[in-house]
């Protein structure tokens, strides 16, 4: 057995034993929404920006010169 796979073995067993043992709160009241807006959606805005400039990034470094 490689060192990884018994790396792996072990994290699993720990994860699944410590999900296992967890429980879930009941919540009395109902959680407090948030004011909504442009602010929720940041991380969709970021990956936006990076897709776009890794686009534009690859398409001027193909660019061939005259």
Do not use: K, Q
Not at 21 to 44: E, K, M, N
Not at 55 to 64: E, F, G, L
């Amino acid at each position: 057995m490689s060192h990884l796979t018994a790396f792996l073995g072990s994290l699993f067993v720990t994860a699944s034993s410590a999900w296992a043992t967890t429980t879930s709160p009941t919540p009395t009241t109902p959680p407090a929404t948030t004011g909504g807006g442009i602010a929720d959606y940041w991380w969709l805005i970021l990956v936006v920006i990076v897709v776009a400039a890794a686009i534009w990034y690859y398409m001027r470094r193909n660019r061939t010169s005259l």
